[in-house]
């Protein structure tokens, strides 16, 4: 039986117990915070990665197929009616998404005299590294067997003893500025990612 002068000692040691126990708990927080904080961050970046990639390949499949049903008989001209049809589909998806369009203007085409190769981009607003690319090719041409997608410069492929089909390319590249990276160092871990969201679409042409 225990007498009573041991009950104070007894409150006493489950004080400390109890305080052990606290202490544990906060080291046990401190150490999962971090971890804790890494997988949200990875949960909204990743998201929002995948959601800005779906939303460029939508444009990208949109312009595509507008700038091939345009008339193909002006593209000697510096900008023609094709190229600003898609300017302007790129411009108004990303107005009435929300995106930053960097700054784009259909004053900043780029073009080679000859070529079926037009690009407009921009780098303002606030946007980061190479900010918005739209690279367009109104005379891509590839193998009717091909199997190789369209790469983001938009090159036409040798079609070699296929027949060539003949298209509209239209890529786009986008700087991505992501969070998780950063979190990830805190840890002291290094990530690669890439720098840019990126999406091609190729539409016959009709004209």
Known sequence: MIG??????????ARKAW?????AQIVE??????????FIVGIFDFSAA???????TNVARD???VAAADPA???????PASITDAFWIVDNYFVSNKINACGIDISSVSHS???TLWSFSGTSNGCVGTGLVVTINRG???PSNATQPAGLSCVSQAPGSQTAVIATCVSIQYAYQWRFGRAARLLGSAITLPTTITATAVAMNEN
């Open 73 to 79: 008989n002006d593209l000697a001209n510096a900008v």
């Open 113 to 115: 005299s000859g070529s």
């Open 29 to 38: 927080f401190a150490v999962a915070l971090p971890l804790l904080v890494l």
């Open 140 to 142: 891509y041409y590839f």
């Open 63 to 65: 312009t595509a197929r």
């Open 19 to 23: 305080r052990d126990e606290q202490a």
């Open 50 to 56: 995948y959601t800005l990639k779906q939303k460029l």
């Open 4 to 13: 009573a002068r041991h009950v104070p000692a007894l409150h006493r040691g």
